[in-house]
């Protein structure tokens, strides 16, 4: 499903400069750090990027910015392109690394040195705290500041060279320890870190920082445009800056700042999930109630929808909640036109039809998408004598609001005919075993316009699959969690259903399809194992104000 994209801010400066002659094309670039799973927040951005490129006959980079070698594992590596191919884009031969600049990322570093705009310093993390100042009061130079560019050159050879100690001296650029901007205060654009690094292991023992390695990658490539999110406003100066000083050719990125995703009662912050994940508070990242991509591709979302998501949200400048209902009507509008609609029952109760013959059975013919019966063709339902109906569509003593089966009242069996309740037998502590019910084809209350009676939905007994469904509920309790993950968590956030039922035609359903169950939302067949029920994971509820409000 694919909907006319709107335009938004960035397409307006995107025109202004092609207009104005800034650039001939467009080239954008998907910046992964790989210490972690891709979320949805990182979808918004992947569709942001990718999909700008397409509109203006570009490209989009995918470049993985791994300058961080602590906390960076190939695992990542390989879940975020699986995940970007998953979502439905490709790079063909463009994909990148920071890493493979390395060796260009230090020439600039001796440019900037022989140029006076970087220098050496030594002194400790706490006295570059002291020094730096606050947002109130300017910072105060480093005594290191007014080293020569040969005495900087030399030192910094041998910081590469592995002469120091981790921590000991650090690479900084030299601009204004007075700025009001605290990213201008003199940051530090290499420091020294033994650490082994996923793709270039040993071979470095300094490493460039992520201000001064992101502005210089994007250049390298001939990046048009370097969206990224509102946090780094405040550091498009340093993008600036050391591209300026450097004399990069122009024309140079241009660095553009989006409100990042926030999306309700879920957290997107990958620190956050990896506690998660390593609190055992979820199982693994792709546990279905999680953001991650890979936890809604095990749920069953489809990667239009998370498109389709994307495109309507859209971009905005200033930082905002999206309400989860945006995403599950997402989700809801892609599959709705898409899968069957089947019948199963969640936690079935046993209804007995008075006088119906043991051994008969009526079959009938339903369409899989009754608003097209052409359309996915029909599949045969057996009407027996004992069907389960779900426990939650009957009341022994109905609520005031409660319009389905109670006793002596009657309902209609979707696509069947009517039952009415002669009795409930109930088991000692009140619960309800078993319903007796008089059935006919027709109503026996004269039908009213207005009182039309409800229509349940039904499995029959002996011929129904068992299988198991999962039915996941938002994460956190609150709309917007801190991150305090104590007492944040949704007990309920996970509900099995082991006995639940489906109706016989869907034994046939192949693992990895999506249906609907009628009333009960849309499910998808994670697994089909050789010898055991099926599991069905719930994607989404149904907006339908039938199952609205009620858990099941
Ligand atoms: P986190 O803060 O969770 O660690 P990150 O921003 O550090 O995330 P990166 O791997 O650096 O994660 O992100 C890659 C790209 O995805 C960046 O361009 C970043 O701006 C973008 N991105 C990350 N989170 C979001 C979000 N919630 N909404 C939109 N874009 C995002
Ligand atoms: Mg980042």
Known sequence: MSEERPNNFIKSLVDEDLARGRCMEVVTRFPPEPNGYLHIGHAKSIC????????????CNFRFDDTNPVKEDTEYVDSIQADVRWLGFSWDERLFYASDYFEKLFDCAVVLIERGFAYVCELSPEDVRLYRGTLTEPGKNSPYRDRTAAENLDLFLKMRAGEFKDGDKFLRAKIDMAS?????????????????????GDKWLIYPMYDYAHCISDAIEGVTHSICTLEFEDHRPLYDWVLEKLAWPEPRPRQIEFARLNLEYTLMSKRKLLQLVKENLVDGWDDPRLPTLAALRRRG????????????????????????????????????????RIMAVLDPVKVVVDGWPPDKVKTISAPYFPDEPEKMGCRDLQMTGEIYIERDDFQLNPEP????????????????????CREAVLDPGGRVLELRCAYSEEPTVPLSKKKRPPIIHWVPARQSVPCLARLYDRLFTGPRPT??????????????RPDCRLEPAAAALPAGERVQFER????????????????????VTLKDSWARGRKR
């Open 48 to 59: 942001l990027n990718f999909g700008l490129a397409g509109d203006y006959g570009g490209h």
């Open 180 to 200: 009001p901007n605290l990213n201008m205060r003199d940051p530090a654009l290499f420091r020294i870190r033994r650490a082994s690094h996923h793709r270039t």
């Open 301 to 340: 979302v489809t990667p239009e929808s998370i498109r389709l998501f994307c495109d309507r949200i859209g971009v905005a400048k200033k930082d905002s909640w999206i309400e989860l209902e945006w995403l599950e009507k997402a989700v809801r509008d892609d599959l709705n036109p898409k899968v069957k």
């Open 401 to 420: 609001d409660f319009y389905r089966l109670a006793p002596g009242r009657e309902v209609r069996l979707r696509w069947s005919g009517y039952i009415k």
């Open 483 to 496: 991150g305090d993950l104590t007492g944040e968590l949704n007990p309920d956030s996970l509900i099995e």
């Open 520 to 539: 009960l939302g849309y499910f998808y067949l994670e697994s089909k194992p050789e010898n055991g029920p099926g599991i069905f994971n719930r994607i």
